[in-house]
């Protein structure tokens, strides 16, 4: 059974099972709620083997889905380089803030872009979702509220707000992207959201 962390054909079609049920839920326009993002990452991890559970102490299936924290991961600590991501403790009522503010950021770009204006989509407007899409991963990966696998649910919930507001995803999956991807997401770590909004922005410039 392959790791969580290997690239192989399943982690390819478990990936490609929760971005297509993130592109729908966003073309529908339906709201995101933290419960889609424990499934996508259940769906994401299926069937891999979980080599840290037994590192971390935890029964493989508590790391599927679970955000770090009580009442089952309660003191599973993560470091992204020299970044600490929010203590376990605190998981539950910083996500609980984020997908309230994430709800508020796509309810003002719903009204301002609804569907059948989207053809009307203009420079301001693309840079209004850029920068929401660009926050909605930074910010999940400087939480990095799961204890593996942030980084392609960071990427897929980029995804799925360009692609509410008839934009290409631009994020790769897997593997994770490098240069000016990781760069960006390295200011993120410090609340600098700003460069990963223009590497958003660059990206898009490459569709005609």
Same mark, same amino acid.
């Given at each position: 059974?392959?790791?969580?962390?290997?690239?192989? *054909?399943?982690?390819?079609?478990?990936?490609?099972?929760?971005?297509?049920?993130?592109?729908?839920?966003?073309?529908?326009?339906?709201?995101?709620?933290?419960?889609?993002?424990?499934?996508?990452?259940?769906?994401?991890?299926?069937?891999?083997?979980?080599?840290?559970?037994?590192?971390?102490?935890?029964?493989?299936?508590?790391?599927?889905?679970?955000?770090?924290? /009580?009442?089952?991961?309660?003191?599973?600590?993560?470091?992204?380089?020299?970044?600490?991501?929010?203590?376990?403790?605190?998981?539950?009522?910083?996500?609980?803030?984020?997908?309230?503010?994430?709800?508020?950021?796509?309810?003002?770009?719903?009204?301002?872009?609804?569907?059948?204006?989207?053809?009307?989509?203009?420079?301001?407007?693309?840079?209004?979702?850029?920068?929401?899409?660009?926050?909605?991963?930074?910010?999940?990966?400087?939480?990095? *509220?799961?204890?593996?696998?942030?980084?392609?649910?960071?990427?897929?919930?980029?995804?799925?707000?360009?692609?509410?507001?008839?934009? /290409?995803?631009?994020?790769?999956?897997?593997?994770? /992207?490098?240069?000016?991807?990781?760069?960006?997401?390295?200011?993120?770590?410090?609340?600098?959201?700003?460069?990963?909004?223009?590497?958003?922005?660059?990206?898009?410039?490459?569709?005609?």
């Amino acid at each position: 059974m392959a790791g969580w962390d290997e690239d192989g *054909p399943r982690l390819a079609a478990n990936l490609r099972k929760a971005q297509q049920a993130a592109v729908r839920d966003a073309l529908a326009r339906r709201m995101l709620t933290l419960a889609d993002i424990r499934s996508w990452h259940r769906t994401i991890m299926q069937g891999l083997f979980v080599e840290d559970a037994a590192r971390l102490g935890v029964a493989a299936a508590d790391l599927l889905g679970e955000f770090r924290g /009580p009442p089952k991961l309660e003191n599973i600590e993560v470091a992204i380089g020299l970044h600490q991501g929010v203590p376990s403790a605190q998981v539950a009522t910083t996500c609980e803030r984020w997908i309230a503010t994430l709800q508020a950021l796509l309810s003002e770009l719903d009204v301002r872009w609804p569907r059948e204006r989207l053809d009307d989509l203009d420079e301001d407007g693309v840079r209004a979702v850029a920068e929401t899409a660009a926050w909605v991963h930074s910010e999940w990966v400087r939480i990095h *509220p799961f204890a593996n696998g942030n980084g392609r649910i960071a990427r897929l919930l980029g995804n799925a707000v360009l692609v509410r507001y008839g934009l /290409p995803p631009v994020f790769r999956l897997r593997p994770r /992207p490098e240069g000016a991807y990781a760069l960006a997401a390295m200011q993120s770590m410090y609340g600098d959201h700003q460069p990963m909004a223009d590497y958003v922005i660059a990206q898009l410039q490459q569709f005609p």
